[in-house]
C-alpha cells in the first residue's frame, strides 16, 4: 500500500494530538498522585495523634484508683 505525502501527514498529525492526549492524562495523573500522597500524610499524622490520644487516655485509666464495691453500688 502506497501513502500519499497527504496521507502520512494526517498520520502524522493524528499521532501529534494522541501523544497531546496522553501527555494530558499523565499531567492529570501525576496531579491525582500529589493529592493522593498529601491526604496520606495527613492521614497519617492524624493517625499517630489519635494513637497518641489513646495511649494518654489509657494511662489515665491505669492509674485510677479502684472504688470499693459498696460505693459503685450506691444510688446517686
Not at 7 to 24: I, P, R
Request: aromatic share 6%; no cysteine.
Amino acid at each position: 500500500m502506497k501513502y500519499t505525502k497527504a496521507d502520512l501527514e494526517e498520520l502524522v498529525l493524528l499521532q501529534l494530538a494522541n501523544l497531546e492526549a496522553m501527555n494530558e492524562l499523565v499531567n492529570t495523573m501525576r496531579r491525582q498522585n500529589s493529592l493522593i500522597e498529601k491526604a496520606n500524610i495527613a492521614l497519617k499524622d492524624d493517625i499517630e495523634k489519635f494513637r497518641k490520644k489513646q495511649y494518654i487516655f489509657a494511662a489515665r485509666k491505669r492509674t485510677r484508683k479502684a472504688r470499693p464495691a459498696t460505693e459503685a453500688l450506691k444510688p446517686l
